[in-house]
């Protein structure tokens, strides 16, 4: 079956660093693939996505490529602030009405 | 648009007691989902539907139930409560034609079985 793994955490860094987060992922077909963001005590939120190949999604700073030939679509961002502090998700969906398959999620902390 | 919204934010349960979870949205959306997320884990499906009057199982439904009589409203109803339902609760929703599959979600209940 599908599957999704993303590099475990917690990932540390100082602000201003430069952030990837590593997501490969197992599934038929062509997903569409996405990141979700929970910031602490809330809910998830879309951060970005792409729904074919080589698509590029970006959202406040952050990047991630669908890589097709790699099965991978790592999150990037060049300069992390305390504000991202928070757990991100990879997932993927093929159809509509079924579930979103999620990674375990990666816990990011920045400090000042 | 208030998107997704659930309720109660948190709950704490004896064994054995039951509860509703409240999820509404207000997008017209036509498929709606409940997940739970377990602590450094993703998120499972409970249970979904695809309109009003129509729901079926996810990958881990064993002591929850569903209805949908509107497009509107999806409650999860847990019956006897048991400690391996401590967890937190996520509903979405989507658009059947969304081709891009993507899932709002609502911001959770955190519930507690003791």
């Known amino acids: 079956g599908d599957s999704v793994t993303q590099m475990e955490g917690p990932v540390t860094l100082s602000e201003e660093a430069f952030l990837t987060i590593n997501c490969t992922y197992t599934?038929?077909?062509?997903?569409?693939l996405f990141w979700y963001v929970q910031y602490p005590g809330e809910g998830l939120q879309l951060l970005l996505k792409?729904?074919?190949?080589?698509d590029k999604g970006s959202n406040k700073g952050f990047e991630a490529t669908y890589r097709k030939e790699t099965t991978s679509f790592h999150l990037e961002k060049g300069s992390v602030q305390v504000s991202d502090s928070a757990v991100y998700f990879c997932?993927?969906?093929?159809?509509?009405?079924?579930?979103?398959?999620f990674g375990k999620g990666t816990t990011l902390s920045v400090s000042s | 648009n208030a998107g997704v919204t659930q309720t109660p934010k948190f709950r704490i349960l004896k064994i054995g007691q039951s509860m509703t979870l409240q999820c509404a949205q207000d997008?017209?959306?036509?498929?709606m989902y409940w997940y739970r997320q377990d602590p450094g884990m993703g998120l499972k499906l409970i249970y979904y539907?695809?309109?009003?009057?129509?729901?079926d199982k996810g990958e881990v439904p064993n002591g929850y139930n569903v209805s949908r009589s509107t497009t509107e409203d999806f409650p999860l109803r847990l019956e006897l409560a048991a400690p391996s339902q401590t967890s937190v609760y996520f509903c979405?929703?989507?658009?059947?034609?969304?081709?891009?599959?993507?899932?709002?979600f609502g911001p959770g209940t955190r519930l507690t079985v003791t």
């Open positions: 979405a929703s989507s658009y059947s034609w969304d081709r891009t599959y993507e899932q709002y």
């Open positions: 997932a993927l969906n093929h159809q509509a009405g079924t579930a979103l398959i």
């Open positions: 599934a038929t077909g062509y997903p569409s």
């Open positions: 539907s695809v309109g009003a009057g129509i729901t």
């Open positions: 997008m017209n959306h036509n498929y």
């Open positions: 792409a729904t074919k190949a080589d």
